[in-house]
C-alpha cells in the first residue's frame, strides 16, 4: 500500500501568515494527487486536484505544487476561515490512500 | 445542484450487518465512478470502495475486503455499501463521493455491543 506522510501534523500561524503543508509519497505517484480541507462535522471540501489544479470555487491563494513523491498545499495569506485540517489524497494505484492530516491552527 | 444523500446508518451488533444508500440528483449518475470513505470519530479519512459508471467493476480496501459489497441502480440513482462481519474498529461516518468533487453529509454507522 502506497504510504502518504504529511508533515507537519500541527502548524500554528497567525491570519495573514504564508502556510506551507508538505504530503510525501513512498513512491511515484506521477501528478495524481489531492488536497482536501476538512473543518469539523463537516464532509472535505476540494481544494486542488492532479496536484495543481485549483477546483472550481476555491480561492486563489490555495495553491498546489509538486509531481512524484513531493507535494505542497501553499496558503498565501492565510484568512480566519482557513484554519482546519488539510489532507492529501493519491489517487495513482489502489487502494487510494490519505495522508494522516495536517491541523492548521491560530496562534 | 449536485446532491448525494446517504441513509442506512445506526448501532448494531459486532457481527451484524448493515446496508447503507446513497441517493444521487444533479448530475448523470450513471456516467460516473463513485466512492465510499470512512472516518472513524477523531480519525483520518480512509478509501472503503470504488464502483465503475457501469457497476462491472469494484474495489475495496484491505481492511473491508470479503465484507463489503459496493453495488448501484443507475435506474434509481442510488449506490449502495452492503456491510457484513461488522468489527467495533468500522464504526465510523460514512461518506459516498463522486470522485473527487462532490461529498454527502455522511451516515454515522457505529458498532458496539
Known amino acids: 500500500e502506497l504510504v502518504l506522510t504529511q508533515s507537519p501534523a500541527t502548524l500554528s500561524l497567525s491570519p495573514g501568515e504564508r502556510a506551507t503543508l508538505s504530503c510525501r509519497a513512498s513512491q511515484s505517484v506521477s501528478s495524481n494527487l489531492v488536497w482536501y480541507q476538512q473543518k469539523p462535522g463537516q464532509a472535505p471540501r476540494l481544494l486542488t486536484y492532479?496536484?495543481?489544479n485549483r477546483a472550481t470555487g476555491i480561492p486563489a491563494r490555495f495553491s498546489g505544487s509538486g509531481s512524484g513523491t513531493d507535494f505542497t498545499l501553499t496558503i498565501s495569506s492565510l484568512e480566519p476561515e482557513d484554519f482546519a485540517v488539510y489532507y492529501c489524497?493519491?489517487?495513482?494505484?489502489?487502494?487510494?490512500?490519505f495522508g494522516q492530516g495536517t491541523k492548521l491552527e491560530i496562534k | 445542484e449536485v446532491q448525494l444523500v446517504e441513509s442506512g446508518g445506526g448501532l448494531v451488533q459486532p457481527g451484524g450487518s448493515l446496508r447503507l444508500s446513497c441517493l444521487a440528483s444533479g448530475f448523470t449518475f450513471s456516467a460516473n465512478t463513485m466512492h465510499w470513505v470512512r472516518q472513524a470519530p477523531g480519525r483520518g479519512l480512509e478509501y472503503v470502495s470504488a464502483?465503475?459508471?457501469?457497476?462491472?467493476?469494484?474495489s475495496y480496501g484491505d481492511s473491508v475486503k470479503g465484507r463489503f459489497t459496493v453495488s448501484r441502480d443507475n435506474s434509481q440513482h442510488t449506490l449502495f455499501l452492503e456491510m457484513n462481519s461488522l468489527r467495533v474498529e468500522d464504526t465510523a461516518v460514512y461518506y459516498c463521493?463522486?470522485?473527487?468533487?462532490?461529498w454527502g453529509q455522511g451516515s454515522l454507522v457505529t458498532v458496539s455491543s
Open positions: 463521493l463522486r470522485p473527487y468533487d462532490f
Open positions: 492532479d496536484a495543481s
Open positions: 489524497l493519491q489517487r495513482s494505484s489502489w487502494p487510494y490512500t
Open positions: 464502483i465503475s459508471a457501469t457497476g462491472g467493476t469494484t
